[in-house]
């Protein structure tokens, strides 16, 4: 990991260097909790196969050059050139293509991932994103929306890397069941058509939540950031969960080697007791979708609205949908800048 990334847990503004999670509160008094955590790691991408090879860029100078005293266009050997010329030519306009089959059979088709809405163009630009970004929308009041953290002395959201994958898991709980799991990969799906930004699961897990959860993990493949991890908790485990909190998540963030921070993890606590019983009907389920796609939203660096009409707002009034200036925060936290060497 780069120089200067706090070892702490929490993701932190500058000031303290650590914050708590964000809650999703069910209807109540509003208690506004700072945000919270948990990890992701990047995709390794293949490297990109040469346009065309040097030795294709210009046909050797013997085979365009007449014999001496033969004027060009004069003998059937000029004819053969030309004819080889433009062969030549066409390989090279055909080896793009080429290479890309080449890539293809030898690593396989790119993984799937979610398909945002929205343009081609954002203030990142497209170039080596995984997605293309989502064009935001017009800025919407100041209550509509928040970040999470900003970078050192600026305005500018802290966002996560659009060149490489989150990756995350899910530790599971009895009762739950394919509901449940329909539920996560739905908010998945929202989060990342709204951001542009690609998630893939890597699958169930028996981690527990825990706020010293390591960033960095070792094993037989080597080191490698841990994935945000989305756990069905309980009050017992997740003491901060139950009364009026029925959900918490954040981002975990590090300096890049350039200063600036970058969320690279995370995590997400889910009240089980609270949220199984929603799951038995559909307007049930589409409410808990809604639960983690408003702690996903923190995870990928989006705050509390002030406004109740979000679906970040501090308090569910029953929205299941993304208001505008859900929106609007989450086009923004999607289109950040790539972070090589990270």
């Given at each position: 990991?780069?120089?200067?990334?706090?070892?702490d847990?929490w993701?932190?503004?500058?000031?303290?260097?650590?914050?708590?999670?964000?809650?999703l509160?069910?209807?109540?008094?509003?208690?506004?909790?700072?945000?919270?955590?948990?990890?992701?790691?990047p995709?390794?991408?293949?490297?990109?196969?040469?346009d065309?090879?040097?030795?294709?860029?210009?046909p050797?100078?013997?085979?365009?050059d007449?014999?001496?005293?033969q004027?060009?266009?004069?003998?059937g050997?000029?004819?053969?050139?030309?004819?080889?010329?433009?062969?030549l030519?066409?390989?090279?306009?055909?080896?793009?293509?080429?290479?890309?089959?080449?890539?293809?059979?030898?690593?396989?088709?790119?993984?799937?991932?979610?398909t945002?809405?929205?343009g081609?163009q954002?203030?990142?630009?497209?170039?080596?994103?995984?997605?293309?970004?989502?064009d935001?929308?017009?800025?919407?009041?100041?209550?509509?929306?928040?970040?999470?953290?900003?970078?050192?002395?600026?305005?500018?959201?802290?966002?996560?890397?659009?060149?490489?994958?989150?990756?995350?898991?899910?530790r599971?709980?009895?009762?739950?069941?394919?509901a449940?799991?329909?539920?996560?990969?739905?908010?998945?799906?929202?989060?990342?058509?709204?951001?542009?930004?690609?998630?893939?699961?890597?699958?169930?897990?028996?981690?527990?939540?825990?706020?010293?959860?390591?960033?960095?993990?070792?094993?037989?493949g080597?080191?490698?950031?841990?994935?945000?991890?989305?756990?069905?908790?309980?009050?017992?485990e997740?003491?901060?969960?139950?009364?009026?909190?029925i959900?918490?998540?954040?981002?975990?963030?590090?300096?890049?080697?350039?200063?600036?921070?970058?969320?690279?993890?995370?995590?997400?606590?889910?009240?089980?007791?609270?949220?199984?019983?929603?799951?038995?009907?559909?307007?049930?389920?589409?409410?808990?979708?809604?639960?983690?796609?408003?702690?996903?939203?923190?995870?990928?660096?989006?705050?509390?609205?002030?406004?109740?009409?979000?679906?970040?707002?501090?308090?569910?009034?029953?929205?299941?949908?993304?208001?505008?200036?859900?929106?609007?925060?989450?086009?923004?936290?999607?289109?950040?800048?790539?972070?090589?060497?990270?």
């Amino acid at each position: 990991m780069p120089s200067g990334g706090s070892e702490d847990w929490w993701d932190a503004p500058p000031e303290d260097d650590r914050a708590r999670p964000g809650a999703l509160l069910r209807l109540g008094p509003a208690d506004h909790r700072p945000p919270s955590s948990g990890p992701s790691g990047p995709t390794d991408r293949p490297p990109h196969l040469p346009d065309r090879p040097p030795h294709l860029l210009d046909p050797p100078p013997h085979l365009l050059d007449p014999p001496p005293g033969q004027s060009p266009g004069t003998s059937g050997r000029s004819f053969g050139v030309l004819v080889l010329v433009v062969l030549l030519g066409a390989l090279v306009a055909l080896l793009p293509r080429i290479s890309r089959l080449v890539e293809e059979s030898m690593l396989g088709p790119p993984s799937p991932a979610v398909t945002p809405a929205g343009g081609a163009q954002g203030v990142g630009g497209a170039e080596g994103r995984l997605l293309p970004p989502v064009d935001a929308e017009d800025v919407p009041a100041a209550s509509q929306y928040a970040f999470m953290q900003t970078q050192d002395g600026s305005a500018e959201p802290v966002t996560w890397d659009p060149c490489d994958a989150i990756h995350y898991v899910v530790r599971e709980a009895p009762g739950v069941g394919a509901a449940g799991r329909e539920a996560v990969e739905g908010a998945v799906a929202q989060i990342s058509a709204a951001t542009g930004l690609a998630f893939v699961s890597d699958g169930l897990t028996s981690e527990a939540p825990n706020e010293s959860r390591p960033l960095v993990r070792t094993d037989a493949g080597g080191s490698r950031v841990a994935p945000v991890l989305i756990a069905w908790s309980d009050r017992a485990e997740t003491p901060e969960l139950g009364d009026d909190a029925i959900g918490l998540g954040g981002g975990r963030s590090v300096r890049a080697p350039d200063g600036r921070r970058v969320y690279v993890s995370g995590m997400v606590r889910l009240d089980t007791p609270a949220l199984r019983e929603m799951l038995d009907s559909r307007r049930g389920r589409a409410e808990v979708q809604a639960v983690i796609a408003h702690e996903l939203g923190h995870v990928v660096g989006a705050g509390h609205a002030s406004s109740g009409t979000e679906l970040m707002s501090a308090e569910n009034r029953g929205q299941t949908s993304l208001g505008t200036g859900d929106r609007y925060v989450l086009s923004v936290l999607g289109r950040g800048r790539c972070v090589p060497g990270l």
